[in-house]
């Protein structure tokens, strides 16, 4: 026996079939060459990092056990906040549970009727939603357009505005120009908020494209970083003015009425900012793998962790990543709609901690895959 949810289900199944957009979720194998996931500088199994963790669960326990503004809140959530603020050379740190409860807090916290957003054409999907529950007016700018962020700032209405970008884009792996935005949001009232989260531990020797950029600290610039990629962990994080840091205390709702972040993520987290303070080599190993992988594919080289090479189908893009789990090695797979363009790439992450000749085996077998198969970039830029 069916009722209607089962036949809407269906229904929606079969169109994602029929445009080749399935997703399932995998088991990996422990053996495989990680070239797919967002651990970028090999954090999660460093053995400092691993140890901060474990100390702390046997410390505090395997779970916060409240909110924040209940018992949740801990000494090493304290702990994690000041390094986070010594890393990214910002005045004041909020951790949430993660980066998407981090960008939805913020957004929903600062946003009202009176509050234009301008948001990037290419913001990650954390950000689109909070822009939504805002209950603010969204424009989208084109992205990477200081000049069209401008006009839109010129022309808007409200009283108050926000520009919403990322620092590094995961998809292509190209910049933001954060000076020149945050030029215009100083020149026309608006403030700009800038997602770290592929920016942390690969820009600035890993202190975040933003401190590369002489933006820390900076009155009209607040971040928003994820402790799930460089740092090996998991949550989030806003980071402002200490004002902001108080009303988002108040105000967000992902804060207010979430668990607070468990204590081994935390402790984790923490150890990784100051491994990154002290090792920022690290960041240029990163880099160096970025080439390695962009030079054997015949691609442009992404100054980021995300190198991507683009496949001329989702259902050709997806058998070829199956085809390469099923040789041991790890890659993404990025398919409408999670692509802004609408191009099917694979997904290599340039990771700190994969050695040179495992890296350049495991891309031999990239390059056979891809010639058996017929998936060769099709020439668009990644």
Known sequence: MTGPLDSWLHEKASARADLGLRRRTVAIRENSVDLASNDYLGLSRDPRVVAAAAEALHR?????????????TLSVHADLERALCDLTGQPAALVFSSGYAANTGLLTALGDADTLIVSDQHVHASLVDGARLSRSPVVISEHNNVEHVEQLLKERTQTRAIVVVESIYSVLGDHAPLKELAAA??????????DEAHGIGVA?????LAHQEGLAGHPNVVLTVTLSKSLGAQGGAVLGPELLRDHLVNVARPFIFDTALAPASAAAAAEACRIILREPDLAERLHENGRVIAEALGIKHAIAA???VPIESPELALRTAEALRDRGILVGCFRPPSVPDGVSRLRLTARANVELQELMDALREVQDVLADLGARPTGVAA
Not at 60 to 72: D, N
Not at 204 to 208: D, S
């Open 185 to 194: 949001c100083e020149l026309h009232g608006a403030l700009l908020v800038v």
């Open 306 to 308: 995300v190198q991507s």
């Open 60 to 72: 505090y326990g395997a779970g916060s056990r409240a909110s924040r503004l209940v018992t949740g």
């Open 204 to 208: 600035g020797r890993g202190r975040g």
